[in-house]
């Protein structure tokens, strides 16, 4: 079949180089695509925000199937616009619709799924320029620190964690007041849950689901977890303490009663669902749902995955995914992501990438771009190096030095990937 992937970023070029393994792709297409993917797929240069542009090149290009990569066009609806399509409703699209994708588009929404569905989740108020004094209030009952989310999408940057209350007190004005546009017009108010953070991951057709390897990543631009958030710095997987009996008590308290909830809604959901997690004195917790893969979560998941996954995509698509398991590479997965300079500030682009063909491990593009000199830089994460071993120390030893031969002007990386699960694992 004929396939096409929207998306540009590191998660799109791990997902392209999975598909593209499939006997079942005949072609695969992406939109718009980057330097990785475009060199072993068809890249389209099409904005995968506007739907009309998709349609001509779902037809131009005889599409049997689309995979949605971002959360952003299936929070705008991409999949209803092809259900409404009569010339389009019969291409499954992997994704859910506008309102099953509230559960990442809308803080608040995912907050009262939770709460109806009984899933254990952090305290919270929800927050509008209406009710501030009660937002107030409910602050000062927390103990420190605050933690302040938009809504709806705010590109990573929504999330304010702030420890003096005076100072969080000013951040929830501002955000209320338009800080991160209409996405923090209304703020969740959480309590501050403490403990370690990870990732599991469900393919779902919205009725039944199969679960993905996990996967820790690493969002700070520091070492040591310091500094400001970004889109992730790395991750690995698989997690260490994700086994027995805390396993059971993620699928039977969260996983199981999500897909059971979405259901019951009747949302009509197929693709990814991403648990964002912390474990809390031995207890389960929900931070957060994505209505897609983890970037650079999928980099670490999808070496893991020994099976063809385009047969498992299409069954949840077209909602009939069939009970069975996936086999997993027992090795541990590590991904260090190159940036560039200054980011997540600001930051420069079109700087030559050398020493790609020096790196035997797996490299994943994320902002890159073809050019008449090269491979260029072209946003603020630039490359995912993706190493694997037995030896979870060795696997991260060699993630380390793959991204050291890889050079441009100003590229970073952090050293210390996955440097605390072999921390948890001495103790």
């Given at each position: 079949?004929?396939?096409?992937?929207?998306?540009?970023?590191?998660?799109?070029?791990?997902?392209?180089?999975?598909?593209?393994?499939?006997?079942?792709?005949?072609?695969?297409?992406?939109?718009?695509?980057?330097?990785?993917t475009?060199?072993?797929?068809?890249?389209?240069?099409?904005?995968?925000?506007?739907?009309?542009?998709l349609?001509?090149?779902?037809?131009?290009?005889?599409?049997?199937?689309?995979?949605?990569?971002?959360?952003?066009?299936?929070?705008?609806?991409?999949?209803?616009?092809?259900?409404?399509?009569?010339?389009?409703?019969?291409?499954?699209?992997l994704?859910?619709?506008?309102?099953?994708?509230?559960?990442?588009?809308?803080?608040?929404?995912?907050?009262?799924?939770?709460?109806?569905?009984?899933?254990?989740t952090?305290?919270?108020?929800?927050v509008?320029?209406?009710?501030?004094?009660?937002?107030?209030?409910?602050?000062?009952?927390?103990?420190?620190?605050?933690?302040?989310?938009?809504?709806?999408?705010?590109?990573?940057?929504?999330?304010?964690?702030?420890?003096?209350?005076?100072?969080a007190?000013?951040e929830?004005?501002?955000?209320?007041?338009?800080?991160?546009?209409s996405?923090?017009?209304?703020?969740?108010?959480?309590?501050?849950?403490?403990?370690?953070?990870?990732?599991?991951f469900?393919?779902?057709?919205?009725?039944?689901?199969?679960?993905?390897p996990?996967?820790?990543?690493?969002?700070?631009?520091?070492?040591?977890?310091?500094?400001?958030?970004?889109?992730?710095?790395?991750?690995?997987?698989?997690?260490?303490?994700?086994?027995?009996?805390?396993k059971?008590?993620?699928?039977?308290?969260?996983?199981?009663?999500?897909?059971?909830?979405?259901?019951?809604?009747?949302?009509?959901?197929?693709?990814?669902?991403?648990f964002?997690?912390?474990?809390?004195?031995g207890e389960?917790?929900?931070?957060?749902?994505?209505?897609?893969?983890?970037?650079?979560?999928?980099?670490?998941?999808?070496?893991?995955?020994?099976?063809?996954?385009?047969?498992?995509?299409?069954?949840?698509?077209?909602?009939?995914?069939?009970?069975?398991?996936?086999?997993?590479?027992?090795?541990?997965?590590?991904?260090?992501?190159?940036?560039?300079?200054?980011?997540?500030?600001a930051?420069?682009?079109?700087?030559?990438?050398?020493?790609?063909?020096?790196?035997?491990?797996?490299?994943?593009?994320?902002?890159?771009r073809?050019?008449?000199?090269?491979?260029?830089?072209?946003?603020?994460r630039?490359?995912?190096?993706?190493?694997?071993?037995?030896?979870?120390?060795?696997?991260?030893?060699?993630?380390?030095?793959?991204?050291?031969?890889?050079?441009?002007?100003?590229?970073?990386f952090r050293?210390?990937?996955?440097?605390?699960?072999?921390?948890?694992?001495?103790?």
């Open positions: 079949m004929n396939i096409l992937l929207l998306g540009s970023g590191g998660r799109e070029h791990t997902l392209a180089w999975k598909i593209t393994q499939s006997p079942r792709c005949d072609q695969l297409y992406v939109a718009p695509g980057n330097a990785g475009g060199s072993i797929a068809e890249n389209i240069a099409v904005d995968i925000m506007d739907f009309e542009a349609k001509e090149s779902v037809k131009t290009y005889n599409i049997d199937f689309v995979i949605v990569g971002p959360e952003a066009p299936l929070v705008e609806g991409i999949v209803d616009y092809f259900q409404n399509d009569p010339e389009l409703r019969t291409i499954p699209v994704g859910p619709d506008r309102m099953a994708s509230q559960l990442e588009g809308s803080k608040s929404y995912a907050k009262s799924f939770m709460k109806r569905h009984n899933i254990p952090a305290g919270y108020i929800e509008t320029a209406e009710n501030l004094d009660q937002g107030v209030r409910f602050m000062a009952g927390l103990q420190p620190p605050y933690v302040l989310k938009a809504d709806g999408l705010a590109a990573g940057k929504g999330v304010l964690i702030i420890e003096d209350l005076d100072e007190v000013r929830l004005k501002l955000m209320v007041d338009g800080k991160f546009g996405a923090s017009q209304k703020v969740v108010i959480e309590e501050f849950l403490d403990g370690i953070e990870f990732s599991v469900a393919l779902t057709d919205g009725k039944n689901y199969i679960l993905l996990e996967a820790k990543d690493y969002k700070r631009i520091g070492e040591g977890d310091t500094g400001l958030n970004t889109g992730g710095m790395g991750s690995v997987s698989p997690v260490s303490f994700f086994q027995g009996d805390f059971k008590k993620v699928i039977q308290k969260i996983v199981a009663p999500t897909i059971e909830g979405i259901h019951q809604d009747s949302l009509h959901y197929t693709g990814f669902v991403f964002g997690l912390i474990k809390v004195q389960p917790h929900v931070i957060e749902y994505n209505c897609r893969m983890g970037d650079p979560e999928t980099q670490s998941v999808l070496c893991r995955i020994e099976d063809d996954l385009v047969d498992v995509f299409y069954q949840a698509a077209c909602q009939s995914l069939e009970a069975q398991s996936l086999s997993f590479n027992p090795e541990t997965a590590c991904t260090v992501v190159t940036v560039s300079d200054g980011y997540p500030g930051y420069q682009k079109g700087k030559v990438i050398e020493g790609l063909e020096d790196v035997a491990d797996h490299v994943f593009h994320a902002g890159t073809h050019s008449e000199g090269g491979v260029l830089t072209n946003g603020g630039v490359l995912a190096v993706t190493a694997m071993d037995e030896i979870p120390a060795r696997a991260m030893e060699k993630a380390r030095e793959a991204a050291g031969k890889i050079q441009y002007e100003g590229v970073y050293n210390d990937i996955g440097q605390d699960l072999l921390e948890l694992s001495e103790e």
